[in-house]
Each structure stands twice: as structure tokens, then as C-alpha cells.
């Protein structure tokens, strides 16, 4: 009877418990898909290996926002100062303007240039004459492609004083020219706007592309209903495109403080320094011309946390209130 005993106890020890086997066979399942679509995970390697080095690799420099820093000690020896460039940072005169300032660019931004290419995408969904609808596809996405500084460039020559388009035609109709560039109350909506006629092409060739995944059987019924064409739009097209829209809308809101500051650069002067200068381009003027690594690094750590809440934020309250839930 012993040695019954002592048998079964030693093949219960020696075989494996059900959550082992489960794991096992799990890394078998992976190891097979791996092997079977060998060649397919070989197309990742260059785009892990771009994260790896420039986006991943680089966060080890981050640790400069709460250190000394000496071009001569190098990063790892520089000494630590805690939060002490973030107190700077948040003492500084310039603190508030350029939170304030990157908060209501972004928001305008949000405001007038996240809805633009789904109100372009529907529009472009009605046009029933093919070639016109390709002609003026292309044209609104071509700007996409045109390099920033060639657009900031263009708005800049449209908007001089002498010479400029508008100011020429704000002449001819008996108005005064006026450099817009210079009034700091101006300068917002030149921004906005330049942003929202460079993008919103190529951003609406997404929501083209999701309502062209809704079923026509959709439309047919809806037609059948007694539905016109705005009702159509509004009960069967937004509703399609939903899913689309929450997560672009979640996208956007990560990047809420990461305002598009080369442009800035390009536009803004001393002038419009009280309506223009944003976070970013304190950190290129702090961290770049001023030799003060740290602060900038400071500066900008600060905007990314605060991106990271703002998306975590909004992808769980899409996940509580809308049926087409988040990113994650």
C-alpha cells in the first residue's frame, strides 16, 4: 500500500498542472504562427527597430529635466536636482502665457479643424459626377504634401503688407492694409486656419474611407423609409462612421498640447510673442538657443505627461459613454 501511495504521489508531481499545459501549448500555438508567417514578421523589423532608436532609446536623455546638466559630465554624471527645473519652470514669467497659449491654439484647433474633413468626407460622398470628385479630392489633399515652411512661406506672401494678395484686395474694396502678422489678435486664426487648409484633404481621405465600408443596403432602406438625403447622413452615414470619428477624436486629444511649433517658429515675431508663444517653442528657445537643456527637457516632459493623461482621460470616458468604446 506504500508503495501505491508513494507511486501516485510521485506522477502527480512529475505531470504538469492544467495552467501549465495551458501555457505550454499557448507558446507552441505562438511558436507555429511564428514560423508560419516568418516572412510577414520580418516586414516589422524595420519599423521596431525605428521605435527602438528613435523614439525608446532617446527617453533615456529625459532624465536631464531633474539633474544639473553638464555638456562636459555627460548625462550620467551630471548631478541630480530633483524638481527643481520643474519649480523653475513653473515660476518663470513665461509659464502661463505659453500653457495658455498652447491650451487655446490646441482648442480652436480641435474646435474648427477635427470636425473640417468629416463635414469635406461627407460632402465628397454626395458628389455623383465621378471625375469632378476625383479632381477635387486631389486638389484639397495636395497641400498635405507641400512642405511646411513653403506653406508658412505662402500664407506669409498672402499676407504682406505692400504686395499681399489680401491686402490688395482689402485696398481695391477701400479698406487699409494692414500686416496681420504683427497684431498678436490675429495671429491664432492665421494659425488655425493655415493648419486646417493644409490637412484637411488628406485627414478626409480617412472618413472617405469609412463610409465607404457602410452597406448600401443601409441607404436603400433608408430611402425606402422616406428618408431625403440629410436624414440619410444623419442616420445612417455619421452613425456608420462613429467608430472612425471616437478614435481620431482620441488621437487628437493625445496630441492636444503638441502644437505644430515649426510652424509657429516660421510665423510668429516678438510681436505676437503674447498670443503665439507656446510650450514648445519656450522648449526651442529655452533648451536650444538659450544652452539651458535641462529647463527645456523640463518643460517638455511636462507636456507629454500631461498628453498621456488627457488620452488616457478621453479614452475612458468614450469607453463609458459611447457603445463604439476606445483605443484600448
Not at 562636459?72 to 519649480?87: A, T
Not at 497641400?143 to 505662402?154: M, N, R, T
Not at 510665423?267 to 529655452?286: G, H, S
Request: charged share 15%.
Amino acid at each position: 500500500m506504500e508503495t501505491g501511495v508513494s507511486t501516485s504521489t510521485e506522477a502527480n508531481t512529475d505531470s504538469p498542472s492544467p495552467r501549465e499545459s495551458k501555457i505550454k501549448l499557448g507558446w507552441i500555438g505562438i511558436k507555429k504562427a511564428v514560423i508560419r508567417d516568418k516572412y510577414l514578421y520580418l516586414l516589422l523589423i524595420p519599423f521596431i527597430a525605428y521605435y527602438i532608436i528613435f523614439l525608446y532609446r532617446p527617453m533615456y536623455g529625459l532624465q536631464i529635466a531633474f539633474k544639473d546638466y553638464s555638456i562636459f559630465q555627460g548625462i550620467s554624471e551630471s548631478p541630480w536636482v530633483g524638481f527643481e527645473n520643474f519649480i523653475r519652470f513653473f515660476e518663470s514669467d513665461y509659464f502661463f502665457r505659453t500653457l495658455k497659449n498652447t491650451v487655446l491654439i490646441s482648442f480652436y484647433g480641435l474646435l474648427f479643424g477635427f470636425p473640417a474633413p468629416i463635414i469635406l468626407a461627407l460632402l465628397f460622398n454626395e458628389i455623383r459626377h465621378k471625375a469632378y470628385k476625383s479632381l477635387t479630392q486631389t486638389l484639397t489633399y495636395l497641400p498635405h504634401f507641400i512642405s511646411i515652411v513653403v506653406v508658412a512661406g505662402i500664407v506669409t506672401n498672402f499676407l504682406a503688407p505692400t504686395n499681399g494678395l489680401v491686402n490688395i484686395i482689402i485696398d481695391k474694396l477701400g479698406g487699409d492694409k494692414t500686416y496681420f502678422l504683427t497684431i498678436p489678435e490675429y495671429f491664432r486664426s492665421i494659425f488655425v486656419g493655415m493648419g486646417i487648409w493644409k490637412d484637411i484633404g488628406f485627414n478626409a481621405i480617412i472618413y472617405i474611407a469609412a463610409i465607404a465600408g457602410i452597406s448600401p443596403h443601409l441607404y436603400e432602406a433608408a430611402r425606402m423609409d422616406g428618408a431625403n438625403r440629410w436624414q440619410q447622413v444623419w442616420n445612417v452615414t455619421l452613425p456608420g462612421i462613429m467608430p472612425t470619428i471616437i478614435i481620431l477624436f482620441i488621437l487628437n486629444i493625445g496630441n492636444f498640447l503638441e502644437v505644430g511649433y515649426e510652424a509657429i517658429i516660421l510665423l510668429y515675431q516678438p510681436a505676437t510673442y503674447e498670443t503665439a508663444d507656446v510650450i514648445n517653442t519656450y522648449v526651442y528657445r529655452a533648451g536650444l538657443q538659450g544652452g539651458d537643456y535641462e529647463l527645456g527637457a523640463a518643460a517638455g516632459l511636462f507636456n507629454a505627461v500631461i498628453g498621456l493623461i488627457l488620452v488616457v482621460s478621453a479614452n475612458q470616458l468614450s469607453r463609458k459613454y459611447s457603445q463604439s468604446g476606445g483605443l484600448w
